[in-house]
């Protein structure tokens, strides 16, 4: 079977062109020429005409197509869907705030996580994506948008630490000096809190931005949100919150989506805060968004402006982000199902 050249790094590269009795220095150029984007081993233009069928006759090289895409007209938010090599289809973002412009990724076809207020995990998870797959939403997204991506979050489709070691190599893929060299302080990822893997992360990539996804800091609540949440609870993830805060230094964020009349009262906002605080994390709330097949509503703004109060008068940092791309569909996840109609995804 041949082998899929845009997972690989330089290094190994130059490993499998020194089995197919080539000279290790094309490595680099070979690797500089994919992460610039071409579609296939021919516009290799500096390298010699044997060398590129040989690649050719080894690897696979493919590239995602645009499937769908949106503009928002209200702020510049663009949502691709991008076709994937096996007729499957992912989702990504790219916001633009003052600070630079981010990209949101997804790093599976659909989740198996179960979040009863979440649009990806509606059809189940379908497969995950290689690293290739993640590093091309980035690259494609920034050549099909013109423009420079300084920010990664994985925060689109699918949970990343059920694609661990594919999600590792994409990061040091999309890090690499000769590739996009993205800076890991400029990527975060978030977790519907996937406690096992907490201390791999801090080993692997202790520079990134961890993000979970609390949305309720009692397990009777969470636990009915969030499947994940049953046989962990919220006293073993604030524990492994606080070793991975203690072990890399880096602050967590509590992503929280306000859902209207069952995370929202200040008894969840009081206990919140006391959660925040013993783990030193900021919390973001997401003004829930409504999904057409989940019954939840968001919270309303009254009470979402109670709730701020409480945790700001005990001493906790928040934020409440902003609604980008209000006229595109809206969560992810949303895009992806639409597209697909009735047709059955297909399984692998
Ligand atoms: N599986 C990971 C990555 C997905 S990130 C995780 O759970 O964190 C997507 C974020 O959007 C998560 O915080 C998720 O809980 C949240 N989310 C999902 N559906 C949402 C909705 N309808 N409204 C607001 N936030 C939502």
Same mark, same amino acid.
């Given at each position: ?36 984007? /071409?579609?296939?081993? =021919?516009?290799?233009?500096? +390298?010699?005409?044997? %060398?590129?069928? *040989? &690649?050719?006759?080894?690897?696979? $090289? ?63 998870? /379908?497969?995950?994506? =290689?690293?290739?797959?993640? +590093?091309?939403?980035? %690259?494609?997204? *920034? &050549?099909?948008?013109?423009?420079? $991506? ?86 073993? $993830? ?111």
């Amino acid at each position: 079977m041949k082998k899929n050249i845009l997972s690989l790094l330089p290094e190994e590269i130059e490993a499998e062109l020194a089995a197919l009795g080539q000279p290790k220095y094309r490595a680099g150029q070979i690797f500089r020429w994919l992460h610039r984007g /071409v579609g296939s081993f =021919e516009e290799m233009s500096d +390298l010699p005409k044997a %060398l590129r069928e *040989q &690649l050719g006759e080894h690897f696979t $090289l493919y590239r995602p197509r645009v499937a769908a895409k949106q503009v928002s007209q209200l702020d510049g938010t663009i949502k691709y869907l991008w076709q994937l090599a096996d007729g499957n289809a992912v989702e990504t973002v790219v916001m633009r705030y003052k600070h630079g412009n981010t990209v949101c990724i997804s790093s599976q076809v659909g989740c198996r996580q179960g979040c009863a207020f979440c649009a990806s995990t509606i059809g189940g998870l /379908v497969r995950c994506l =290689e690293p290739s797959e993640m +590093l091309d939403e980035v %690259l494609f997204s *920034q &050549l099909d948008s013109g423009l420079p $991506l300084s920010n990664i979050v994985l925060m689109g489709i699918g949970e990343p630490l059920d694609n661990f070691d594919h999600v590792m190599r994409f990061l040091r893929l999309v890090n690499h000096p000769q590739g996009l060299n993205i800076g890991m302080r400029h990527i975060s990822l978030s977790t519907c809190g996937i406690i096992e893997r907490f201390d791999d992360l801090a080993e692997q990539a202790p520079q990134l931005t961890l993000s979970v996804s609390l949305h309720a800091p009692d397990d009777e609540t969470r636990s009915a949100l969030m499947p994940a949440n049953r046989g962990r609870g919220v006293e073993r $993830l604030m524990d492994s919150c606080r070793a991975y805060y203690e072990r890399t230094g880096r602050r967590i964020s509590f992503e929280y989506a306000m859902i209207d009349g069952v995370n929202d009262t200040e008894r969840h906002a009081r206990l919140l805060a006391r959660r925040a605080r013993q783990v030193g994390a900021h919390v973001n709330l997401i003004p829930l968004n409504h999904v057409e097949e989940r019954q939840f509503r968001p919270s309303t703004q009254g009470h979402m402006k109670k709730f701020i109060e409480i945790l700001q008068a005990e001493g906790v940092n928040v934020t409440v982000r902003r609604k980008l791309g209000g006229d595109i569909d809206a969560s992810c996840g949303q895009l992806r199902r639409r597209e697909a109609g009735s047709k059955a995804p297909e399984r692998r």
